[in-house]
């Protein structure tokens, strides 16, 4: 089985920038199939950036354009890069396969984008 931790959060002011990475270990691991997610207080966890089993990407709407998605299978690695942060993109981010597996989740890295 597959344990993932996420790191990079932070606060950070509207503009500004944020690299999260993801560190895969425990199993075999590939960046294909797997994406980010999000869940800000009181809201549902919502899927952000995703790169399929096929190696392309999808991203959520209120995303595209600032943030982007990539891995490195020898380092065990997925990277969420986000630019332009505003506000609304304050939320606890998490990776996880895509589809989500519910024993996959970890703890999350909090992103707080506030002046």
């Known amino acids: 089985q597959v344990q993932l931790v996420e790191s990079g959060g932070g606060l950070v002011q509207p503009g500004g920038s944020l690299r999260l990475s993801c560190a895969a270990s425990?199993?075999?691991?590939?960046?294909?199939?797997m994406g980010w997610y999000r869940q800000a207080p009181g809201k549902t966890r919502d899927m952000v950036a995703v790169?399929?089993?096929?190696?392309?990407?999808i991203y959520a709407d209120s995303v595209k354009g600032r943030f982007t998605i990539s891995g490195d299978n020898v380092k065990s690695t997925l990277y969420l890069q986000m630019n332009s942060l505003k506000p609304e993109d304050t939320a606890v981010y998490y990776c996880?396969?895509?589809?989500?597996?519910?024993?996959?989740w970890g703890q999350g890295t909090q992103v707080t984008v506030s002046s």
């Open positions: 790169i399929t089993s096929g190696g392309g990407t």
């Open positions: 425990g199993s075999i691991f590939s960046i294909y199939g």
């Open positions: 996880n396969k895509f589809p989500p597996r519910a024993n996959y």
